[in-house]
């Protein structure tokens, strides 16, 4: 069956919600830009803006205060409803984490390549590029790491596999902590992320599903992390 395409509005939908979870341009409480600098940012007419305003409404993202604006209001509950928040909390080891990893992320990163609007792969090269920045100036790296992560799961378009990055970020965050000290995963994960960016900004799904997967088998061969 083939996959329905989403609306314009879905789309602009999508990416305010990029706005508020990944690039945290908002946060709970805060007041988005008002209708015409928002539609002119976003180019698109007023009324598909309206409309994707009144998608997050009703997923309960954004509140429309009558006679003083649109703000925040919840999304850390749209990512976490499906049960996983107790998971979420458990202590797991870096095995498991990574494993975790290396079944998801590869086959991630090949419906993103296939999948990811423009804007959304602009976004994930960003915070790619981005999280380089930051290894080469001895930066913590950790909520770009994220946010790369994030914004390619994003562009799946599957909302299930939005909802586990919650999860996965327990992985990421063990990992940049463990990796700190060694300078050849440093060094992997830099050559690993501009493989995994160039295969996606071709589009090359193929091989930025394995990109990622040598990108997670690399970092569990550096933490010493036995796949069998």
Not at 9 to 28: P, V
Not at 145 to 156: G, L, P, R, W
Not at 185 to 198: A, F, G, P, S, V
């Given at each position: ?33 008002n209708e015409n600098e928002l539609s002119s940012q976003m180019k698109v007419s007023r009324t598909t803006l309206r409309e994707a ?176």
């Open positions: 069956m083939p996959r329905k395409e989403k609306s314009l509005s879905e789309r602009i939908a999508d990416d305010i919600l990029a706005m508020i979870t990944i690039d945290k341009k908002f946060t709970i409480g805060d007041k988005l830009p305003i009144r998608i997050l409404v009703a997923h309960n993202i954004l509140e429309i205060k009558r006679g003083k604006g649109t703000y925040v209001k919840n999304h850390e509950g749209f990512n976490e409803n499906l049960g996983l928040e107790e998971f979420s909390t458990t202590k797991l080891n870096a095995k498991d984490l990574y494993e975790m990893r290396l079944i998801f992320e590869p086959q991630t990163a090949y419906y993103a390549a296939k999948r990811a609007t423009d804007k959304e792969l602009e976004r994930i090269l960003y915070y790619g590029k981005l999280e380089e920045e930051k290894i080469l100036n001895n930066e913590d790296r950790t909520e770009a790491e994220q946010a790369f992560h994030k914004s390619i799961a994003k562009a799946t378009h599957n909302e299930f596999m939005d909802k586990l990055m919650p999860i996965l970020y327990k992985a990421i965050d063990k990992g940049v902590i463990l990796s700190d000290e060694n300078e050849d995963i440093i060094k992997d994960t830099l050559n690993d992320h501009r493989m995994i960016m160039e295969f996606l900004a071709s589009r090359d799904a193929e091989g930025a599903k394995t990109a990622m997967k040598l990108h997670i088998l690399h970092a569990m061969r550096g933490l010493d992390i036995n796949n069998e």
